[in-house]
């Protein structure tokens, strides 16, 4: 059974850092790339960074600069480190895998970040 489970999130004020970690079972992480997205209230889910097996990143235009994704494949977590928060940058953060072509997602971590 493939768990996601995401940590880490909370209240800051803008300018401020928080570090999210995804800790990911029942499945070869090592083998997978991983993102994460997020979700604001009244708004779609979006996508935010993919972190490949091999390292490569990529990032949304919005937190380009800002965050950054990375990975521990000897944990099987996942991370996203992000500094200088804005107060738009609030949202549920969600990490996800791909397992047999079908998405998995944690229950998701709130930020949110005070102006």
């Known amino acids: 059974q493939v768990q996601l489970v995401e940590s880490g999130g909370g209240l800051v004020q803008a300018g401020g850092s928080l570090r999210l970690s995804c800790v990911v079972s029942?499945?070869?992480?090592?083998?997978?790339?991983m993102a994460w997205y997020r979700q604001a209230p009244g708004n779609q889910r979006e996508w935010v960074a993919t972190?490949?097996?091999?390292?490569?990143?990529n990032y949304a235009d919005s937190v380009k600069g800002r965050f950054t994704i990375s990975r521990d494949n000897a944990k099987n977590t996942g991370y996203l480190q992000m500094a200088d928060l804005k107060p738009e940058d609030t949202a549920v953060y969600y990490c996800?895998?791909?397992?047999?072509?079908?998405?998995?997602w944690g229950q998701g971590t709130q930020v949110t970040v005070s102006s």
């Open positions: 029942g499945t070869f992480f090592n083998a997978k790339s």
């Open positions: 996800n895998v791909q397992v047999l072509g079908f998405d998995r």
């Open positions: 972190i490949s097996s091999g390292g490569s990143t």
